[in-house]
């Protein structure tokens, strides 16, 4: 039997499009063991079959090792919210994935895995970082997907608001435009290589300047009931950014205010939809443990 956390994520972090994620702590918890037939708790009844992701990536790693599929026992403890924009379904390929490697003594290389997730999850800019932990960036050379790690200075708090309403990733990604104008690209491209560095200095001047958008916000905002609202209260309150995490609906802030969240928790009384606040951590590499 084995047991396993895996972060949410949150993606397309200011100007990182599709390439920029971070893990936060909020948990999915796991447990695997070895069953002659599926037998899964903790999640609703429509899931507990095959074509549930996480059991979808046990077999795809068992298909890379070679063995072969008999069943499984999975128990699974859910922190993230389903469709927010805080990695869920990575979450889940992560878990499937990285479980049946270590119920099968961990012979697969961490690459590997990697490359598995980012097959079923079709992009690698949340799996990189429920796999790996901290800031990623992460591209795609070849049909290879690879990665890079960065450290996100300890006195930055990364606040979440989350709405009670969902948004499927497929309607999110619908009203992007095919074609974007170069100033727009230009401006996403400009700030990609300071955000990294300015998160690690803790710099509150370059991440303002940083960690801004236009090439996917501007397209989802109407799809996110409140959000206008929703941000100026925010920065009523003293948020350094403010922006959509993943594809949304779920918002992001970055503080260092340690009284950020509690205060913004007390004001955020939207006209249209209810909106929890919760403080959450950077979640580094080192306490990334499959």
Same mark, same amino acid.
């Given at each position: 039997m084995? /047991?396993l @956390?895996?972060p949410a /994520?949150?993606a %397309?972090?200011g100007?990182?499009?599709?390439s !920029?994620?971070?893990?936060?702590? =909020?948990?999915n918890t796991?447990t695997f063991?070895f069953?002659?037939?599926l ?5 609703p &009844?429509?899931?507990? %079959?095959?074509e549930n992701?996480?059991v979808v990536?046990f077999?795809?790693v068992l298909?890379? =090792? ?9 128990s699974?403890q ?9 990695? &869920?379904s990575?979450?889940m ?13 961990s012979?697969l290389p961490?690459?590997a895995? !990697?490359a598995?997730c980012t097959?079923l999850? #079709?992009h690698?800019? %949340?799996v990189a970082?429920a796999?790996? #932990?901290?800031l990623?960036?992460s591209?795609m ?5 690879l990665?890079v790690n960065?450290?996100?200075h300890? &006195?930055?708090r990364f606040v979440?608001?989350?709405p009670d309403?969902?948004l @499927?990733t497929q ?9 974007v104008p170069?100033q727009?690209a230009v401006?996403?491209?400009?700030r990609?290589?300071?955000l990294?560095?300015?998160?690690e200095?803790g ?6 300047a ?6 996917h916000e501007?397209?989802r @905002? +109407?799809?996110?009931?409140d ?5 100026q209260?925010a ?5 350094l950014t403010f922006?959509?995490s993943?594809a949304?609906?779920?918002?992001l802030?970055l503080?260092k205010?340690?009284g950020f969240?509690?205060?913004l928790g007390?004001q955020i009384?939207?006209p249209? +939809?209810?909106?929890?606040v919760?403080?959450l &951590? ?5 306490q990334?443990?499959?």
């Amino acid at each position: 039997m084995v /047991t396993l @956390r895996v972060p949410a /994520t949150t993606a %397309n972090l200011g100007p990182g499009f599709d390439s !920029f994620g971070c893990a936060l702590s =909020l948990y999915n918890t796991y447990t695997f063991s070895f069953c002659d037939h599926l037998e899964i708790q903790g999640c609703p &009844s429509a899931y507990c %079959n095959e074509e549930n992701l996480t059991v979808v990536a046990f077999k795809k790693v068992l298909e890379a =090792l070679g063995e072969p599929w008999h069943g499984l026992k999975m128990s699974v403890q859910a922190e993230i919210p389903v469709s927010r924009g805080l990695g &869920s379904s990575a979450a889940m390929i992560v878990a499937g994935a990285a479980g049946a490697n270590m119920l099968y003594g961990s012979r697969l290389p961490a690459e590997a895995l !990697f490359a598995i997730c980012t097959a079923l999850e #079709g992009h690698p800019d %949340n799996v990189a970082p429920a796999l790996f #932990g901290g800031l990623t960036v992460s591209l795609m050379d070849h049909n290879r997907p690879l990665t890079v790690n960065y450290p996100i200075h300890p &006195s930055l708090r990364f606040v979440a608001l989350i709405p009670d309403f969902t948004l @499927r990733t497929q309607k999110a990604r619908s009203v992007l435009p095919d074609q974007v104008p170069r100033q727009d690209a230009v401006f996403n491209a400009s700030r990609t290589g300071f955000l990294p560095r300015a998160l690690e200095l803790g710099d509150e001047r370059l991440i303002c300047a940083a960690l801004q958008d236009r090439l996917h916000e501007p397209y989802r @905002r +109407s799809l996110i009931t409140d959000i206008d609202f929703i941000e100026q209260t925010a920065k009523k309150a003293g948020a350094l950014t403010f922006c959509i995490s993943g594809a949304g609906p779920t918002c992001l802030c970055l503080t260092k205010d340690p009284g950020f969240a509690a205060g913004l928790g007390n004001q955020i009384k939207a006209p249209q +939809s209810c909106w929890e606040v919760r403080e959450l &951590s950077v979640v580094p590499a080192d306490q990334i443990q499959y």
